[in-house]
Nanobody
C-alpha cells in the first residue's frame, strides 16, 4: 500500500486542522485506515482508525475532539482535529492494515511518511 499524507502545520491551541491520506486504490477498500502519532520522547500511539465498513477506533486523549472518515471513491482517509491542545503536537503517521488486525497495535501495517502537527499555547 502506498500512502501519502498531507495537511499538517502550525495552529494555535483551540484551533483545528484536517489531515488527509491518499492510498493506492487496489488495496484501500480492503483495509482499515487511520492515524497514529508520535511526540518527541514518547511512544507511538493510536489517534484514530476506521475499518472498511466504517467502524471507528480512537485514542482516549482525542475522543470527542477528533473525527476520522474515509471516502472509498477517492481512496482517502481524513482526520478532522478540533479543539487542539499543545499536547497534540506530534508527527502524525497514516497507516493501513487489514480489517481483522488489532487497531491499537503500534507497529503493524503500512505507513506513510508522517506529517508534523504543532499546536502552540
Amino acid at each position: 500500500v502506498q500512502l501519502q499524507a498531507s495537511g499538517g502545520g502550525l495552529v494555535q491551541a483551540g484551533g483545528c486542522l484536517r489531515l488527509s491520506c491518499a492510498a493506492s486504490g487496489s488495496i484501500f477498500s480492503r483495509n482499515a485506515m487511520g492515524w497514529f502519532r508520535q511526540a518527541p520522547g514518547k511512544e507511538r500511539e493510536l489517534v484514530g482508525m476506521i475499518r472498511s465498513g466504517g467502524g471507528t477506533f480512537y485514542g482516549d486523549s482525542v475522543k470527542g475532539r477528533f473525527t476520522i472518515s474515509r471516502d472509498n471513491a477517492k481512496n482517502t482517509v481524513s482526520l478532522q482535529m478540533n479543539s487542539l491542545k499543545p499536547e497534540d503536537t506530534a508527527v502524525y503517521y497514516c497507516n493501513a492494515r487489514p480489517d481483522y488486525a488489532n487497531m491499537y497495535a503500534k507497529s503493524i501495517g503500512s505507513w506513510g511518511q508522517g506529517t508534523l502537527v504543532t499546536v502552540s499555547s
